[in-house]
């Protein structure tokens, strides 16, 4: 069974900063990507930041220049560093992992991030 499970949300300021962390932990044969999505109230589940095992990134046009995805140095992990935070940035933030040798797509359960103006 893979889990994956998030930290590092919680209430910051406008203009403050969290690190958010994920970390895939079970029987993984290989992953092909990890990212972070978020769903705001009453709104769509939303690409923020992707990344491949080859270290190209997509960004929401809405977070680039303020969010760095990065991937942990044991490949099992991913992280997003949120900078000039923005209370439109208010949401549930989750991670997700593509694993290699299909064994398929998986979604941790989230991290809530509140910004406040």
């Known amino acids: 069974q893979v889990q994956l499970v998030e930290s590092g949300g919680g209430l910051v300021q406008a203009g403050g900063s969290l690190r958010l962390s994920c970390v895939a932990s079970?029987?993984?044969?290989?992953?092909?990507?990890m990212g972070w999505y978020r769903q705001a109230p009453g709104k769509q589940r939303e690409l923020v930041a992707h990344m491949t095992s080859g270290g190209s990134t997509n960004y929401a046009d809405s977070v680039k220049g303020r969010f760095t995805i990065s991937r942990g140095s044991a490949k099992n992990s991913v992280y997003l560093q949120m900078n000039s935070l923005k209370p439109e940035d208010t949401a549930v933030y989750y991670c997700?992992?593509?694993?290699?040798?299909?064994?398929?797509?998986?979604w941790g359960k989230g991290t809530l991030v509140t910004v406040s103006s």
């Open positions: 079970g029987t993984i044969f290989g992953i092909n990507a």
């Open positions: 997700n992992a593509d694993l290699a040798w299909y064994q398929g797509d998986y």
